[in-house]
């Protein structure tokens, strides 16, 4: 089975700080992704990466950036975070166009 | 545009009874289609896909979803509810051409009753 980690399950940050967000994918997946769950918002794509050092913006990229430096590790930086940052944060692989995507299981922000 | 349409936001049923979870896509292409389970504070989780096969597709825990091409639904089924369906379930809708076209419906919660 394929498996998604997210290093933290619960952070709590003050506003200004950089976060990142760590995300680790064992099926040599050439896609990964970060979204953000809001109630009433659904699932916001901020940032897809299609191979090593390749990224596109997604709905909301504001506020946020991203890294992949090897294939299976897809970080996301909150350069200074804000309130309206917190947020639950999933972060996805897949193998292909069609194919499904694959979840970790999320990583509850909080910034205060 | 590429849409996906949850027709229900709250679904609530007994143990033991039908589930019936609605789903409407529109496309100008053949899509792919998925169903996703997820429960409180959780990932979500894949429970079955349509990718241009079989028109019912059968996936985890008993769940099933039958693709109607002229009625641009992907109903997901299940026989008897159990105490453990009740999250919250997504169907996604998948096109060629990269992360933009991947279409999240918005969600619905199901609540299952003793």
């Known amino acids: 089975d394929v498996k998604v980690t997210q290093s933290s399950r619960y952070l709590v940050k003050r506003t200004g700080e950089k976060v990142f967000l760590e995300c680790v994918q064992d099926m040599d997946h050439e896609n990964m992704f970060w979204y953000r769950q809001d109630p009433g918002l659904g699932l916001r794509l901020i940032y897809f990466?299609?191979?090593?050092?390749?990224?596109e913006k997604g709905d909301i990229p504001e506020g946020y950036s991203v890294s992949r430096e090897k294939k299976e590790r897809f970080s996301l930086i909150l350069e200074s975070a804000s309130t309206n940052q917190t947020s639950m944060y999933l972060c996805?692989?897949?193998?292909?166009?069609?194919?499904?995507?694959?979840f970790g299981n999320g990583t509850r922000l909080t910034v205060t | 545009a590429q849409s996906v349409t949850q027709l229900d936001s709250h679904v609530s049923v007994s143990e033991g009874t039908p589930v019936l979870l609605r789903c409407n896509y529109s496309s100008s292409y053949s899509p792919s289609l998925f169903w996703y389970v997820q429960h409180p504070n959780k990932g979500l989780q894949l429970l079955l896909k349509y990718t241009s096969a079989a028109t019912l597709v059968k996936g985890i825990n008993g769940f099933e979803a039958e693709f109607k091409k002229s009625e641009t639904s992907f109903h997901l089924t299940k026989p008897s509810a159990h105490m453990s369906d009740a999250a919250e379930y997504f169907c996604v809708v998948s096109h060629s051409g990269g992360y933009n076209k991947l279409i999240f419906g918005a969600g619905t919660r199901l609540a299952v009753h003793p």
């Open positions: 990466s299609y191979d090593v050092k390749m990224k």
């Open positions: 996805a692989s897949r193998d292909r166009d069609y194919s499904p995507l694959h």
